[in-house]
Every structure is written in structure tokens, then in C-alpha cells.
């Protein structure tokens, strides 16, 4: 079972205030139900491939209209041979849309969201519950991202849809794509936000830990591959110094040095993997600071490097 089918059957488990029952039905009517006529008579048909949120749907119909739909059950027979579940309301149409706020008494479609749905806090978060339920997704928390969508077919209800969402502060937008609207949200915590709002609190539990396992890991990949990047620098830098100190000693000899370049050359020779800091507490003399060493170091780089130029010239004066 996916991610998204587990929270769906979670939240068709719990038990709705009656003040929210119209909420969620709007929702999932809207959102997953079409219109026909048959025999002159308006038809109201309901699929959906969860059977939870199908039997969720017909209680909920019941209860609110004392109506039995019919149930069906039908086989994909393209690509996915997904089982569809559908209802079919065939009783009670035009009370039942006007009800639920998604056609007027004269048989014209409700713009946007109706605020009647959803003018206390708990019925708003319910419609987005029934709005989750119907056409929404989320990709499973180990996946490499954070995506949560909801489908509408009309630009209008997916922009109020939006909004609802962003009266929750849940940085919600919205797309166009062929087969209609999408609002989506793509922030980790944003998600976990939603989760709660819906009241999928046991998979808002598995979301938030899975997540904080991911950022854990992350974090101690950041790290390391930090510390990695620093180690390889300093022994690059190690190795380097080392080339210019065997230079300085075969073309020009190391008693030549003043005193702090000796001890710090003789050093980095005896300690090659040594940091500067550790350099600097090892010096006869006594300890000095990390950047008194580098600053020793770089003269000695300087010599080094002036000591190659003059054997370049040498080298050019003595072919030419």
C-alpha cells in the first residue's frame, strides 16, 4: 500500500462532526463526481480506485441524505487494470448539489468554494480533508523529495482551493497541466502541516520521523564530506610544502635558513601529515600561533618558488 493510500484509509476512520459532513462530501463530489443525463433525468456518478474513501462517501451520503447510491465495481481494461469503484446517484440530485453548494437550484455550477461549506475553522479543514481524499497525493517521505498535490478539472476551484490551503499559512500554488488544475505544496514541513490540518496524525508521525532521519543523515553526510573536503586540502597543502622544502635543501641548502624557518621546515619534514596548529605547539623555540606557521610556511613557498624561476632561466640561457 502507498504512502498516500494509508493516510487516505486513516482518514476514513475517524469520525466527522455533523457540521463538517457537508464539507467533505462537497469535496469529494466536486472533486471526483460527474454530471449526466439518462433517460432526461440528471445522473450523479462518483469513482475512485480507494475503496475506503468509496465506502467513506456512501456512509456519509446516507447519513446526510437518506439515500442508498448505487455501488459498482469496475476493471481498468488499459494500462493500470485497477479495480474503479463508483457510486451513482440517481435520487434527489438538484437538493443534493444545492446542498453541497456545487450547482444552484436553477442547474448552474457554484464558482470556487462556497463559504457556507466552510465557515468554521473545523468544516475548512474537513473540506480539505475531502479534497485529499478525492484527488490528492503525496510522494512517500523516503522518496528524494517533498510533494503533496490535490487535482481539480476547473481553474476556478482549484484556486480557491489554493487559498483555503494558504489560510493555514501552507505556501500552497498552483499549476495547469492536461488533464486539469493542480495546487501543490513542496516544503517538507509545510506537508507535515497539512497532515495535521486533515487530522492524519499517525502518518503525520511517520512523515516527521522519516524526515528528521533524512535531515539527520544529510546533516552527517555535510559533514563529513566537509571535513573530508578540509582533510584533503590540508594534506595537498602538506604535501606541496614538503616538495618546496626538498627544493629549498638540494638547490640551496638548509642551514641557510634563518632560525623560524629552519625549525618550522625540519618540522613539516618530521610531521608531513600534521595540521599548522599542531606545528605550532611542536617548535623547540616554543609554541606559536596556527597563522605564524603558515606565515613561516609561505615564506619558505616563496623561496621555493623564486629558487624555480632562477633554474627555469638558467635552464633558457643554457639552450639558448
Not at 8 to 21: S, W
Not at 223 to 237: G, H, P, R, W
Request: glycine letters at 4%.
Amino acid at each position: 500500500m502507498s504512502f498516500t493510500s494509508e493516510i487516505k484509509k486513516e482518514l476514513t476512520q475517524q469520525e466527522l462532526k455533523p457540521c463538517c459532513r457537508k464539507a467533505v462530501c462537497s469535496a469529494l463530489v466536486r472533486l471526483n463526481g460527474s454530471i449526466h443525463i439518462t433517460n432526461g433525468k440528471p445522473v450523479v456518478e462518483f469513482s475512485t480506485e480507494n475503496p475506503a474513501t468509496a465506502r467513506y462517501l456512501f456512509s456519509q451520503l446516507k447519513e446526510l441524505y437518506q439515500i442508498h447510491p448505487e455501488v459498482m465495481v469496475r476493471k481498468r481494461i488499459r494500462l493500470r487494470k485497477n479495480y474503479v469503484y463508483m457510486l451513482r446517484l440517481v435520487e434527489k440530485i438538484k437538493e443534493i448539489l444545492a446542498d453541497l453548494a456545487i450547482m444552484t437550484e436553477h442547474f448552474e455550477k457554484v464558482q470556487g468554494i462556497s463559504s457556507a461549506l466552510i465557515r468554521k475553522k473545523c468544516c475548512k479543514r474537513a473540506y480539505l480533508r475531502g479534497a485529499f481524499l478525492a484527488s490528492g497525493s503525496v510522494n512517500n517521505p523516503d522518496s528524494g523529495s517533498y510533494h503533496l498535490e490535490i487535482l481539480s478539472a476547473y481553474d476556478d476551484h482549484c484556486e480557491a482551493l489554493c487559498e483555503l490551503m494558504n489560510d493555514f499559512q501552507l505556501h500552497a500554488k498552483t499549476i495547469a497541466r492536461k488533464k486539469g488544475y493542480v495546487v501543490y505544496v513542496k516544503e517538507g514541513d509545510k506537508i507535515g502541516e497539512f497532515l495535521n490540518i486533515i487530522g492524519a496524525h499517525p502518518s503525520l508521525l511517520r512523515f516527521e520521523n522519516i524526515r528528521i532521519m533524512k535531515d539527520m543523515r544529510n546533516s552527517v553526510n555535510r559533514i563529513v564530506n566537509c571535513e573530508t573536503a578540509n582533510l584533503n586540502k590540508t594534506i595537498q597543502a602538506a604535501l606541496k610544502q614538503i616538495e618546496n622544502i626538498r627544493l629549498i635543501e638540494q638547490e640551496l641548502g638548509l642551514e641557510h635558513l634563518n632560525e623560524k624557518l629552519l625549525e618550522v621546515a625540519k618540522l613539516r619534514l618530521q610531521y608531513p601529515e600534521a595540521s599548522l596548529a599542531e606545528l605550532g605547539k611542536l617548535l623547540p623555540s616554543g609554541e606559536i600561533t596556527k597563522s605564524a606557521v603558515n606565515h613561516r610556511l609561505r615564506k619558505l613557498n616563496q623561496i621555493a618558488e623564486n629558487l624555480r624561476k632562477k633554474l627555469q632561466k638558467q635552464r633558457r640561457d643554457h639552450d639558448g
